[in-house]
């Protein structure tokens, strides 16, 4: 049986381990982000060296940002700063292996199509709500990353607001819908500690759940009207707290969207949660290997 090397690179944990194809994942090794290009490379060559085998066909590996594949290079201001990496270059040419790359919010769209709520469906939103906003698209059965990979960097839609400074750095709907968003109308340092003091009764805390909620929900309805998906998977950490947001999001995103495709379309909590980034890795991975 083949297996890929999957590594989910996350803006503060890097996970690494095998993925066979039917989705089992094995050998699974959680690591703290390197804060260097050099590094990242050498914490994924430390990793196979441990790991390698007959069996080990494909490298998937998956970045918080932008991926050029005409060019093989990575952008992912949260890890290497601002500056475009050769990721895929210097990786084959370190591991002598093919290496497949996409972006984090595709991988975690390709892995509920395979294997999640997205089962087997043609046309896959996945909306991934952390410490930012990413959106990944499959349209008619395949990945949509535009021309240059920023297709999906949907945090700097405008919703409900005018445009505001701070806009400038993260964007407008990443503003006001993302995890800092949500501790910030709290009064705490983060998005976990307001929704465990929104679940005791506080009111600052319930309160900011349901103004965040609202503006989840401004842009989810924005993008189901331009893309008419069949369900809209949320993910990523703010949405641990779904109990307290996911009725609302959903009542109000098929409300302010498009009224045939609120007919048609689904809104619904992530299957895989923290493992959607290590199996989309794996499913990138074979897509590739099949073209």
């Known amino acids: 049986m083949s297996q890929i090397l999957a590594v989910d690179l996350g803006g503060t944990k890097t996970s690494i381990a095998l993925v066979d194809d039917s989705g089992h994942i094995s050998r699974k090794r959680k690591i703290s982000a390197a804060c260097a290009f050099e590094a990242t490379i050498d914490q994924i060559a430390a990793r196979y060296d441990e790991l390698r085998n007959d069996s080990i066909t494909t490298i998937g590996v998956i970045v918080p940002g932008i991926y050029d594949a005409d060019t093989g290079n990575a952008w992912a201001p949260n890890l290497w700063g601002r500056d475009f990496h050769p990721l895929r270059d210097t990786l084959e040419q370190c591991l002598g292996l093919r290496v497949a790359i996409g972006s984090d919010r595709t991988a975690s769209a390709l892995a509920e199509q395979w294997l999640g709520v997205a089962r087997g469906l043609m ?140 007919r048609h379309v689904r809104i619904a909590k992530t299957a895989l949660g923290e493992d959607a980034g290590l199996l989309g890795a794996a499913r990138l991975a074979w897509l590739k290997a099949e073209l």
């Open 123 to 262: 046309h896959v939103v996945f909306v991934a709500v952390g410490t930012g906003i990413g959106v990944g698209i499959i349209s008619d059965g395949q990945p949509l990353e535009g021309a240059h990979g920023i297709a999906g960097a949907a945090g700097w839609m405008l919703v409900g607001t005018p445009w505001k400074p701070g806009y400038s750095s993260c964007g407008g709907w990443e503003s006001e819908a993302a995890g800092p968003a949500l501790a910030r109308r709290a009064g705490k340092q983060t998005a976990e500690a307001a929704a465990e003091a929104a679940r005791t009764g506080d009111t600052l805390a319930l309160d900011a759940m349901r103004q965040t909620a609202d503006f989840l929900a401004m842009g989810i309805g924005a993008l189901i009207a331009i893309l008419d998906p069949e369900i809209v998977v949320l993910g990523g950490g703010v949405m641990e707290a779904s109990d307290l947001m996911l009725e609302q999001i959903r009542r109000n995103a098929l409300s302010w969207t498009q009224p045939i495709a609120a």
